[in-house]
């Protein structure tokens, strides 16, 4: 069950670019479903400033901005109160790494209450209380509540969101138990990434997640094409489709020294065909890997 492209995982490398992104899905949440209230509109539009700021790695415009954010909400809650503004709040206090204040921020949230339509606001809110809960030391407690929102959740964002941090978790439990308690964590994961992806067939992440974990079981085949579908579908971030190619090359590198000559040669006829439509340099150097 050795993999030295997957071993990432055991370095908490299977949520890569997952901060990338949350900003991404967060801010299209807040852009697409968020009424346009006039108290919430100085803080969304600096939260989402910061998130933009982000995506262009300019980290230091980003913190401004979500200092910004924080700073408009606090004065909006209080004359205008609401679950709404405290979400945004927390958000951006997470960006911050203000644990405490942002899970204050989310507990009164709760405490306001989401009118009729705001599901997705509270689902929000959920996932960013189980991050601050994350990042205290409860991952059993915060592992539930991924697990609730990929259960409850309609909305693919969301899905995706929770998704990452779920996987995250487990795969690295998983990871640490003894071989055959492993394999076995593996396959309920396996199970679960499956329903995902029955759940919604073409979101390319959901396909990312079950090519990592086949490839710990040692089904490098199963992994390739679940890696390759991911591809084709699109992923959430650079870094994670990156690291979706590496795997590629890691399961074409496996299956070369396991098939048999005659299965290797229909193996590399398909491989070459992807090679090729993909532009890349040759069989493992992607277009954008130098040598």
């Known amino acids: 069950m050795n993999n030295p492209v997957s071993n990432n995982l055991k370095k908490n490398?299977?949520?890569?670019?997952?901060?990338?992104?949350?900003?991404?899905?967060?801010?299209?949440?807040?852009?697409?479903?968020?009424?346009?209230?006039?108290?919430?509109?100085?803080?969304?539009?600096?939260?989402?400033?910061?998130?933009?700021?982000?995506?262009?790695y300019q980290t230091e415009e980003a913190m401004a901005s979500f200092k910004k954010a924080v700073e408009e909400a606090e004065i909006k809650v209080k004359n205008h109160a609401s679950a709404q503004l405290y979400m945004v709040k927390g958000l951006s206090e997470i960006r911050l790494e203000l644990w405490e204040e942002a899970e204050r921020?989310?507990?009164?949230?709760?405490?306001l209450g989401y009118e009729k339509g705001e599901e997705w606001a509270k689902e929000l809110s959920l996932f960013g209380l189980a991050s601050t809960m994350e990042e205290f030391g409860l991952e059993d407690?915060?592992?539930?509540?991924?697990?609730?929102?990929?259960?409850?959740?309609?909305?693919?964002p969301m899905t995706v969101l929770a998704a990452q941090?779920?996987?995250?978790?487990?795969?690295?439990?998983?990871?640490?138990?003894?071989?055959?308690?492993?394999?076995?964590?593996?396959?309920k994961l396996i199970g679960k990434a499956e329903k995902l992806t029955e759940k919604d067939l073409s979101c390319g992440y959901f396909h990312y997640v079950q090519s990592q974990i086949y490839s710990h079981l040692g089904r490098y085949r199963k992994?390739?094409?679940?890696?390759?579908?991911?591809?084709?579908?699109?992923?959430?971030?650079?870094?994670?489709?990156r690291d979706n190619d590496l795997q590629i090359i890691f399961c074409y590198k496996e299956l070369k020294s396991i098939c048999s000559p005659g299965e290797w040669?229909?193996?590399?006829?398909?491989y070459s065909r992807w090679v090729k439509k993909w532009h890349w340099k040759d069989s493992v150097t992607p277009h954008w890997k130098t040598r």
């Open 265 to 270: 040669d229909t193996f590399q006829k398909i």
């Open 13 to 56: 490398k299977f949520g890569k670019g997952l901060k990338f992104c949350i900003g991404i899905y967060l801010s299209l949440c807040l852009l697409i479903f968020s009424s346009c209230v006039s108290h919430l509109k100085e803080a969304k539009f600096y939260y989402d400033q910061g998130e933009g700021h982000l995506r262009l």
């Open 105 to 111: 921020s989310f507990l009164k949230a709760f405490s």
């Open 165 to 187: 941090k779920y996987m995250d978790i487990s795969l690295k439990k998983a990871l640490q138990m003894p071989e055959p308690e492993c394999k076995k964590e593996l396959m």
């Open 141 to 156: 407690s915060a592992l539930k509540v991924y697990e609730g929102i990929l259960g409850r959740s309609n909305l693919t």
């Open 223 to 241: 992994s390739f094409e679940e890696a390759v579908m991911a591809k084709e579908l699109g992923l959430p971030s650079e870094e994670i489709a």
